[in-house]
């Protein structure tokens, strides 16, 4: 396996034909208040490629019926196209093996199993779990949670002007009674493209895990759990133009071996009695009840589609019109772009002196445009760069200079209206 | 466009750029604070109360267009109403954004936000002043506070 920081040995990506690929796309066809649409809201989901609709049809047409169970033949069709969704997962994010890999709703859910699983385990009173203030709500309330219940506290290393972690910070918060260290790879709110393999190393260098929010990122650049070292990473469905309430917590095998259940139910057990129930193996001991089946299988065709595509592509694709995208918008009048960070994937925080981010939200919406204004669930955020809320475009592999044309006339008739 | 037309008309737009009564009086008798958690907004409401006349009407905070031009508007008008005549026009306000009936009389220039009815998402930037100052009308009162 190809290290992906390892440039040198890396070949040049194959170049995106984005307007070629809106035609997978079939949403993207809708008018909107007579407009042509330009999508950029992909952070805070993106649309679904035909192969993943006409994947989740079949599935239930020819496949469906419940997994892990049953002796008769569609059970063993299930069960197959489920699993293989979980070896699709386990090579896009190059784990060891399918074990590490467990479904779950999405993201939130993925932290809240590590942050009640292995918090309730490992946290007790006076321990300490290490965020950041970029963390979107679900990588913060769960361990805020744990925190309250377990008394012990919450760590928030801080962030620069640009929306940089301070690492010097981080570093010194880190110490003998820290217990896990949860990052965002990518911000939601800021696009700030977090060093987590340095992050990962500082936390190792003192025995602590590393859970990685990698719903920004999964969907943006090649994902390598072995070479990032991380404990946990966690993505979504929606987020990687997959079905909604499917997603993925990836984690070591031995720290997931050592974990107590996180739910009860069927499929998680191995024997039951009044007296004692004995846990399956993972990475079933973590899904309990009948799973999101057509979900995976969304999903996997999902990942299949991304991965044929090169998300090197994808990230190059995305890279030229971030770069595209920020130029644009900093030539506007009055217009200033919350977080500058060194690094940045795909999305751009911005607000504009004297409109707000919501009123620019309704006129660009009649323009065809969609974004997101508000706080994009990352209030501590907006508190830092004292703001209320932003406006946020975000970019998907599909999206063209086209779609950011349309964004910046669109700014011009949101000036318009309030001049 | 007509549509946006009649969201951001010229009365909203003055409004929202020049709000009246944006301010904390010096003496007031109920006070409550809005928050409108999908985008951010807050607000203070002051009311100065006196037999039963809402004598001044005036608030603090920042949010989108919509929201401030109705808290600006919502002091002009509720200032020299009664208590009731003032919780009747929360009701009258509300059904306009929120129904299809024919704007109530009462109302009076406040009629101009019937347009955001084409708008349901912003239905809430334009009630949430409203909401607040519901909230400072059933608040126990206080004693008056001097600064």
Same mark, same amino acid.
């Given at each position: ?25 079939? /949403? ?55 699993? &293989? ?31 009640? &699983? ?5 946290? @007790? ?73 340095? /992050? ?6 003192? @025995? ?28 979504? @469905?929606?987020? /990687? ?68 595509? @090169? ?59 969609? /974004? ?48 | ?147």
């Amino acid at each position: 396996m190809t290290p992906t920081g390892d440039a040198a040995t890396r070949k040049p990506p194959k170049r995106l034909d984005a307007e070629l690929l809106k035609a997978d796309f079939p /949403i993207l066809d809708e008018r909107i208040h007579g407009h042509r649409l330009a999508y950029l809201d992909n952070a805070a989901t993106t649309q679904k490629p035909q192969c993943v609709l006409d994947a989740i049809t079949y599935f239930y047409s020819t496949e469906y019926s419940n997994v892990h169970r049953g002796l008769h033949e569609l059970s063993s069709r299930a069960t197959a196209a489920y699993e &293989s969704a979980r070896e699709i997962v386990c090579r896009f994010l190059n784990a060891r093996a399918t074990k590490e890999i467990v479904f779950v709703r999405g993201t939130t859910e993925a932290v809240n199993l590590v942050a009640q &699983s292995y918090g309730g385990k490992h946290v @007790g009173p006076g321990d300490e779990v290490v965020i950041t203030t970029m963390e979107h709500h679900s990588n913060i309330v769960p361990w805020q949670m744990l925190c309250e219940a377990k008394g012990a506290h919450l760590k928030v290393a801080p962030i620069d002007d640009a929306g940089d972690i301070i690492l010097e910070d981080l570093e010194s918060l880190l110490g003998p009674r820290t217990r896990i260290v949860a990052v965002a790879h990518v911000s939601n709110a800021l696009g700030t493209c977090n060093p987590v393999r340095t /992050i990962t190393e500082m936390a190792h260098a003192r @025995g602590i895990p590393v859970l990685l929010d990698g719903a920004q990122a999964a969907p943006r650049m090649p994902i390598d759990v072995q070479e990032l070292d991380c404990d946990f990473y966690a993505f979504s @469905g929606h987020k /990687i133009y997959g079905p909604s309430g499917i997603g993925v917590l990836y984690g070591k095998a031995q720290l997931l071996d050592s974990m107590p259940p996180y739910q009860g139910g069927g499929e998680m057990i191995r024997h039951v009695t009044f007296e004692k129930t004995l846990y399956n193996d993972i990475p079933d001991r973590f899904e309990a009840g009948t799973p999101n089946i057509a979900g995976a299988v969304g999903l996997g065709v999902a990942l299949d589609y991304l991965s044929a595509l @090169g998300l090197d592509a994808i990230e190059a694709h995305e890279q030229a019109l971030l770069a595209a995208l920020t130029e644009a918008l900093t030539e506007l009048p009055g217009v200033t772009i919350i977080g500058t960070a060194k690094e940045k994937a795909g999305l751009v925080s911005f607000v504009v002196d004297g409109i707000h981010p919501h009123d620019i939200g309704t006129i660009l919406d009649h323009e065809g445009v969609a /974004i997101r204004a508000g706080h994009h669930c990352a209030q501590p955020t907006m508190d830092r760069f004292s703001v209320p809320a932003t406006a946020r475009a975000s970019l998907g592999l599909y999206n063209t200079r086209e779609d950011i044309d349309a964004l910046i006339a669109g700014m011009q008739k949101v000036r318009e209206v309030f001049l | 466009m007509s549509e946006l037309n009649d969201l951001y008309q010229e009365v909203i737009l003055d409004h929202s750029k020049n709000p009246r009564n944006l301010r904390k009086p010096e003496s007031f008798s109920r006070t409550a604070d809005g928050y409108n958690p999908l985008c951010g907004d807050r607000l203070t409401v002051y009311l100065a109360i006196k037999d039963g006349v809402i004598e001044d009407a005036a608030f603090e905070g920042s949010g989108c267009a919509i929201s401030t031009a109705s808290a600006s508007m919502m002091t002009q008008t509720l200032r020299g109403k009664t208590v009731e005549e003032g919780e009747a026009l929360f009701e009258k306000f509300h059904a306009l954004l929120t129904g299809s009936d024919e704007a109530p009389p009462e109302l009076g220039k406040l009629v101009i936000f019937s347009g955001v009815r084409n708008f349901p998402v912003r239905v809430k930037c334009a009630t949430l002043a409203w909401h607040t100052v519901k909230a400072a009308l059933e608040s126990r009162p206080e004693m008056v506070t001097t600064e």
